[in-house]
């Protein structure tokens, strides 16, 4: 009888150690792949940077997360993030209306595949932040939680004659 407790144990935590390591994903369904979700603050750190949960869409999961990253930094320039928790900024870095259209030239660089952009924003862990993913046939929409590096985004807009100090 010992044996057979201790055998079933055993199996349940073999079973629990090898379903915790693989990545697993919250499906959504696939008719949201084409919505909008806003980007939400998940908490703050002492160097200015705030992690964020943020959206992405693309043909495949790499162009959904790239997105999602551009897009974090666009809502912090931007937008301000009031969503989730209330330790992120509310404020957009620029409060200029319109400054986007403004500073095209600037910002349409700033933002191409490659970009600036990508200095100011990590994925804390692909592989476990990536988790809530929409796919359809033609398109994915993934949550990624990133880290936007404010402050220093901000000296950089700075810098660059586009923010004033």
Partial sequence: MKVKN???IALALGAMVA???KTTYTEIPSEYAFATFETECLGTELDGSQTLRSWGKGKDKA?????AKKNAVR???FKGINAGSGECSKKPLILEVNAQEKYEYYFN????DGGAY???VTAEDENKTSRMRA???TQDNYGVVVRVKRAELRQRLIDDNILKP
């Avoid at 162009?63 to 997105?67: G, P, S, T, V």
């Avoid at 660089?109 to 191409?112: D, G, I, P, S, Y």
């Fill in 6 to 8: 201790i055998a079933f």
């Fill in 19 to 21: 379903t915790s390591c």
């Fill in 63 to 67: 162009d959904a997360i790239e997105q």
């Fill in 75 to 77: 809502d912090v320039i």
């Fill in 109 to 112: 660089a700033f933002f191409k």
């Fill in 118 to 120: 990508k200095k100011y």
């Fill in 135 to 137: 796919e359809h046939s």
